[in-house]
T-cell receptor, first 113, second 113 residues
Framework: DAKTTQPNSMESNEEEPVHLPCNHS???????IHWYRQLPSQGPEYVIH???SNVNNRMASLAIAEDRKSSTLILHRATLRDAAVYYC??????????????FGKGTLLTVNP | NAGVTQTPKFRILKIGQSMTLQCTQD?????MYWYRQDPGMGLKLIYY???????DKGEVPNGYNVSRSTTEDFPLRLELAAPSQTSVYFC????????????FGEGSWLTVV
């Protein structure tokens, strides 16, 4: 599986934007970039995903570099409820075991009031 | 909206005992997964299934067994529990395409003493 690299932790203030980076230099042309987050004592939940173009949804935006070797998850106005571990994951369409998600340690986001 | 349901939520096992973690989903997803998460770590894939009657090993399958007799259910069996199996277990499901969201259950906290 292609690997991703994320900072171990980041800190933000409430109501400020947060940019969570992810490097994936070995990404293949057909890998989707997925972001999930895990709140304390809960299972991971989907945030956003994309292939080549930038994506927006009600939770966040995903900015994908032109060469696709990095991406950034953008939380436009952080709230205390956004404090979580954020995982950047690559998902291959090749079928079989490639449909699984391989998790790293993610980025622990702390939001200060 | 039940989604992915896991039972039990908490369980204490003695060394050498066996138990089954139940997982059911009501979204008619073909793909189902079992992950474990040790404290401070990311999720590791134990087993996965791409459809009824088809299962395969993930990264850490030793000490576990699974079956997939129906689309909805994907139980995880622990045989001869060991302290190393103390962990939080997450079941998940998804559609087949790599562009689709993976939905997680709320987790099962297992302690082996």
């Amino acid at each position: 599986d292609a690997k991703t690299t994320q900072p171990n932790s980041m800190e933000s203030n409430e109501e400020e934007p947060v940019h969570l980076p992810c490097n994936h230099s070995t990404i293949s042309g057909t890998d989707y970039i997925h972001w999930y987050r895990q709140l304390p004592s809960q299972g991971p939940e989907y945030v956003i995903h994309g292939l080549t173009s930038n994506v927006n949804n009600r939770m966040a935006s995903l900015a994908i570099a032109e060469d696709r070797k990095s991406s950034t998850l953008i939380l436009h106005r952080a709230t205390l409820r956004d404090a979580a571990v954020y995982y950047c994951i690559l998902r291959s369409p090749l079928g079989g075991s490639n449909y699984k998600l391989t998790f790293g340690k993610g980025t622990l986001l702390t939001v200060n009031p | 909206n039940a989604g992915v349901t896991q039972t039990p939520k908490f369980r204490i096992l003695k060394i050498g005992q066996s138990m089954t973690l139940q997982c059911t989903q009501d979204m008619n997803h073909n793909y189902m997964y079992w992950y474990r998460q040790d404290p401070g770590m990311g999720l590791k894939l134990i087993y996965y299934s791409v459809g009824a009657g088809i299962t395969d090993k993930g990264e850490v399958p030793n000490g576990y067994n699974v079956s997939r007799s129906t689309t909805e259910d994907f139980p995880l069996r622990l045989e001869l529990a060991a302290p190393s199996q103390t962990s939080v277990y997450f079941c998940a499901s998804s559609e087949s395409s790599s562009g689709n969201t993976i939905y997680f259950g709320e987790g099962s906290w297992l302690t082996v003493v």
